[in-house]
Nanobody, 120 residues
Framework: QVQLMESGGGKEQPGGSLSLSCVYDETIFTPYRLAWYRQTPGNQREFVADSMSDGPRNYANFVKGRFTVTRDRAKSTLYLQMNGLNPEDSATYCC??????????????WGRGTQVTVSY
């Protein structure tokens, strides 16, 4: 299984910014899709943003214009720049990767997550 490790969470005031990072190991398998999800206690995990290997990025409506997902292939790192934070953005943010194992076969991995808290 491919290892994913998030960092960068913490506490920020409403209106502030945080940047999350997810380092992945692609020495064995190439990532096809890398994504950020978030989850709060008692709720289902929800999609935040993703970055496809061929370029397109997608965002959940509730983060459009505020969050930006980028990928540094040289560093094998996925980023999530979060601006204009509000208390509803408080959650555990998890990194997800879909990796090409062989032709027609893929594997999915999850990081353990990093906590983001937005409050005064």
């Amino acid at each position: 299984q491919v290892q994913l490790m998030e960092s960068g969470g913490g506490k920020e005031q409403p209106g502030g910014s945080l940047s999350l990072s997810c380092v992945y190991d692609e020495t064995i398998f190439t990532p096809y899709r890398l994504a950020w999800y978030r989850q709060t206690p008692g709720n289902q995990r929800e999609f935040v943003a993703d970055s496809m290997s061929d370029g397109p990025r997608n965002y959940a409506n509730f983060v459009k214009g505020r969050f930006t997902v980028t990928r540094d292939r040289a560093k094998s790192t996925l980023y999530l720049q979060m601006n204009g934070l509000n208390p509803e953005d408080s959650a555990t943010y998890c990194c997800n990767g879909v990796f090409v194992v062989s032709q027609g076969k893929s594997a999915t991995s999850w990081g353990r997550g990093t906590q983001v808290t937005v409050s005064y």
